[in-house]
């Protein structure tokens, strides 16, 4: 798949996403998916490296 820079092992569907730059400076990405168990997921950044999202 195109477009991820990685693999995925799951089917994820990226619901929304929102950018505060005015106070936080974060970014919140909602994603869903029809998988019987909830996958994981690691975001990479330039600034903060991996992340796990939960």
Not at 32 to 46: F, G, I, L, R, W
């Amino acid at each position: 798949m195109g477009g991820f820079g990685g693999i995925l092992g799951t089917s994820l569907t990226i619901n929304e996403i929102n950018y505060d730059r005015c106070v936080e400076n974060m970014a919140t990405i909602l994603v869903s998916s029809d998988a019987d168990k909830a996958p994981s997921v690691t975001v990479h950044t330039a600034k903060s490296g991996s992340v796990i999202a939960n």
